[in-house]
């Protein structure tokens, strides 16, 4: 087992999830992300699984987002979180001062599926899927 996968478990226990496969493979591999995304002209950034419990632990997001964990962001004040009050988990994003659930803006079904269509489509901005609340 790499100290990646040592680090991949023990955040995994630190939260009490299993993270999806295509997430745990992207950080077993890759590792983190940080870039301008083309064509949509976004910023996509994928926190590194040793950022992981640190970045969940220097917020709030526990109390005011039970079952969440941030994976990563826009580089400013959203915070790109996996919902795992569902199986399987989905993505959204939450601003830093969101107070709940209410606020919550689905960004994709999958790890794989928001990889793929976030060169096209970036953030979305408004929430057409039903009420994540």
Do not use: C
């Not at 992207?26 to 995304?37: P, Q």
């Not at 926190?47 to 987002?65: C, P, T, Y």
């Not at 269509?117 to 899927?129: A, R, V």
């Amino acid at each position: 087992m790499s100290s990646n996968d040592d680090q991949i478990t023990q955040a995994e226990r630190r939260f009490g999830v299993r993270f999806p496969e295509d997430y745990r493979h992207f950080l077993a591999t890759e590792g983190s992300m940080a870039r301008f995304v083309a064509p949509a002209d976004d910023f996509l950034m994928i926190n590194a699984i040793s950022k992981l419990i640190g970045v969940n632990e220097a917020g709030d997001f526990q109390e005011r987002f039970p079952g969440s964990v941030v994976i990563g962001g826009d580089g400013s004040r959203e915070m790109l979180t996996y919902d795992f009050r569902q199986e399987p988990p989905t993505l959204v994003l939450l601003d830093v001062s969101a107070q709940d659930w209410s606020s919550a803006i689905h960004q994709a079904t999958s790890f794989s599926s928001l990889l793929e269509q976030f060169p096209e489509t970036g953030w979305k901005w408004d929430d057409s899927e039903p009420s994540l609340s």
